[in-house]
């Protein structure tokens, strides 16, 4: 296993998200007591990359509804995933993977079709209704909706839930083609709950039991204790990694945490990568005979690990688009609290060391990049202004802080310049604009202290 390379779902590794199993847990025991109303039909788990979305889903399916969770009951939980397999995942019993998303994703609606007649099949074999598989999705889809609903008139201790993953980053076209073949009928059943995970733009669903019958819920990144049981967990059976991992104590632990969360920003996926590439750096530098909680407290993480981190952040963007969005990420990273199409000229020619002038660095040019963005599902609309995953955010300006600080500085120079000026162009939103500048004045003046304290405490020049 690489430095960067996630692992793949396992229960025993699984943390926090309490509150969201129990979310889906209570609508299931309402929907068989009958409670109509306090019955939810559908749940949405929403968060940026590497909230653990997907993994909230597995667990859901593999663990959490299982029968004992509805004593009397039996449950019947199909995991449909719009994404294909993560590296190392075995596909279980009653999981079924996308393993084309570029097809999905170039808008081939016949391939839709024969995708969704495989699909709808597939959830039949499950549910052992089979009729004629090979018939066309439409015939399929009615016949589905009619046979579910007798089979969970013949059985009444039979539930259903329907867990899909990786909906709204999926191409809308095929969602509305998915929702009339097969989450429509699902959604109106006497006892079936469906389960949702995405990110990015929520899709507006045509089905009134999808679009108001429902609960909505956004994942939050991992506290300070959450990221040391992570860790521990993680740590208590790593055969990659040298027994003396699984010794550490809680107080380094939490330094390591800490130390994760400040590049990371607390969640989960980069939490799990930046805290095995701290250790692993360690034990590659550890003197014979040296304390290893000693050395993480000196360790500082290489910027190679965070490249390789955003890297891994930024695979879901199309490998045709990847390179030359980055360069639009990376300009963008440090506006911590977002931005609007008339900041984008200005923080690209920054990060080329030029003028935004000329046909590239208009606002037309600019909307058009606004809607690549959108595109990634990695930036999203939010309080009036475009924000990019915290995540992903995060990561690529520690990268750029660490790697290319003259970058960084320089982006955050021009932010404190542009704010400033159009405070004093614009006298109505004075107190808005002069809060940005003094954000980027203060990550400066930060920046040139900690220089300071970092050469007089070490030699080294500035």
């Not at 839930?161 to 998915?178: A, P, R």
């Not at 790593?238 to 991992?245: K, Y």
């Not at 604009?433 to 070490?458: I, M, P």
Request: net charge negative; glycine share 4%.
């Amino acid at each position: 296993m690489g430095l960067t390379d996630p692992l793949a779902y396992r229960p025993d590794l699984f943390v926090n998200r309490e509150k969201e199993i129990e979310t889906v847990t209570r609508a299931l025991q309402n929907i068989v007591r009958g409670r109509d109303a306090e019955q939810v039909r559908t749940i949405v788990f929403r968060g940026e990359r590497g909230l653990g979305k997907s993994w909230l889903a597995l667990h859901l399916h593999r663990f959490v509804l299982k029968d004992e969770a509805l004593p009397d009951y039996r449950i019947m939980s199909l995991l449909i995933s719009l994404a294909p397999p993560p590296e190392r995942l075995t596909v279980g019993e009653q999981e079924w993977h996308i393993d084309d998303a570029d097809k999905i994703a170039q808008g081939d609606e016949q391939h839709y079709e024969q995708l969704l007649q495989k699909l709808v099949a597939w959830v039949a074999e499950q549910l052992n209704i089979v009729r004629a598989p090979y018939a066309p999705v439409r015939d399929l889809s009615a016949w589905l909706a009619q046979d579910v609903k007798k089979k969970l008139e013949s059985e009444r201790n039979l539930v259903i839930c329907l867990i899909l993953d990786s909906v709204f980053e999926t191409n809308w076209n095929f969602l509305d083609q998915l929702e009339r073949y097969l989450l429509a009928a699902f959604a109106a059943l006497p006892r079936a709950l469906i389960v949702m995970t995405g990110r990015g733009r929520p899709y507006l669903w045509k089905s009134p039991y999808l679009r108001t019958e429902r609960e909505e819920q956004s994942l939050t990144p991992f506290s300070v204790e959450q990221v040391v049981e992570q860790i521990r967990r993680s740590f208590s059976n790593a055969p990659d990694l040298s027994p003396a991992v699984a010794g550490l104590s809680d107080e380094a632990l939490t330094r390591l945490a800490r130390q994760v969360i400040d590049l990371g920003g607390g969640y989960p996926l980069t939490n799990e990568l930046l805290a095995r590439a701290f250790v692993r750096q360690a034990l590659d530098r550890l003197p014979e005979g040296e304390n290893l909680e000693r050395a993480l407290d000196r360790e500082t993480i290489d910027a190679s690990v965070l490249e390789n981190v955003a890297d891994r952040l930024l695979e879901v963007v199309p490998g045709d688009q990847r390179h030359s969005l980055r360069e639009t990420f990376d300009a963008l990273c440090v506006l911590k609290d977002g931005f609007r199409e008339n900041e984008m000229p200005y923080l690209l020619a920054a990060l080329r060391h030029t003028q935004p002038e000329g046909a590239e660095y208009t606002i037309a040019a600019m909307r058009a990049l606004r809607d690549r963005l959108l595109e990634t599902n990695l930036v999203r609309w939010q309080d009036k202004r475009y924000v990019l995953d915290e995540a992903v955010r995060t990561v690529l300006e520690q990268y750029l802080k660490l790697q290319r600080r003259d970058v960084w500085r320089r982006l955050h120079a021009c932010a404190a310049d542009l704010y400033a000026t159009w405070a004093q162009k614009y006298p109505g939103s004075r107190g808005y604009y002069e809060q940005r500048a003094a954000y980027h004045r203060g990550v400066l003046g930060e920046d040139a202290s900690h220089s300071v304290h970092t050469h007089e405490r070490t030699g080294r020049p500035l």
